[in-house]
T-cell receptor
Framework: NAGVTQTPKFQVLKTGQSMTLQCAQD?????MSWYRQDPGMGLRLIHY???????DQGEVPNGYNVSRSTTEDFPLRLLSAAPSQTSVYFC???????????FGDGTRLSIL | GIQVEQSPPDLILQEGANSTLRCNFS?????LQWFHQNPWGQLINLFY???GTKQNGRLSATTVATERYSLLYISSSQTTDSGVYFC???????????FGKGTKLSVKP
């Protein structure tokens, strides 16, 4: 049981490049979310999903796309990277909305 | 939207000291979690505590939902307790968390 797995752990991009951050969970959780953490801040919600085929926007969705084709995977896509997207990205999952959320170890992303 | 405020923002302790971290929230919530972010950046679940009191070793937490606050107690602090402690709440139907800005704890040997 690996929990929530995020890849890669570190990534450096140039402005304008695109990439996909991967998130996978093996706990059969319906709820999955992406958060970003900026220095001195708590985490802010980017996008979330309440089940396969269902996604919605969070607090800071601009510049990011998501899809949920399976229960296990919830990738986050940066379409055209900007320096303002330099951050640490966390993926989380939970069985339902009223139980604890489990977090991955994060992806540290730098955009030059 | 709901506001989550944590205090103090920074805390420096000598090893062995006790501390209390506070989390205030501006509206009723369905869920409240305390996390510890260690120096490697990992987020560790400490407590899921929408109400009441829980204890886990040297750590305990109390949430008074009617008064919209939660407290995290750390007793006999150790250097490994250093890091940032986040309170996060959730309300509504989507299950997503709203985080406070955290309390940065430094425990000196």
């Amino acid at each position: 049981n690996a929990g929530v797995t995020q890849t890669p752990k570190f990534q450096v991009l140039k402005t304008g490049q695109s990439m996909t951050l991967q998130c996978a969970q093996d706990m059969n959780h319906e709820y999955m979310s992406w958060y970003r953490q900026d220095p001195g801040m708590g985490l802010r919600l980017i996008h979330y999903s309440v089940g396969a085929g269902i996604t919605d926007q969070g607090e800071v969705p601009n510049g990011y796309n998501v899809s949920r084709s399976t229960t296990e995977d919830f990738p986050l896509r940066l379409l055209s990277a900007a320096p303002s997207q330099t951050s640490v990205y966390f993926c989380a999952s939970s069985y339902s909305r009223v139980v604890p959320q489990h977090f991955g170890d994060g992806t540290r992303l730098s955009i030059l | 939207g709901i506001q989550v405020e944590q205090s103090p923002p920074d805390l420096i302790l000598q090893e062995g000291a006790n501390s209390t971290l506070r989390c205030n929230f501006s509206d009723s919530v369905n869920n409240l979690q305390w996390f510890h972010q260690n120096p490697w950046g990992q987020l560790i679940n400490l407590f899921y505590i929408p109400s009441g009191t829980k204890q886990n070793g040297r750590l305990s937490a109390t949430t008074v939902a009617t008064e919209r606050y939660s407290l995290l107690y750390i007793s006999s602090s150790q250097t490994t307790d250093s890091g940032v402690y986040f309170c996060a709440v959730h309300r509504g139907s989507q299950g997503n968390l709203i985080f406070g800005k955290g309390t940065k704890l430094s425990v000196k040997p």
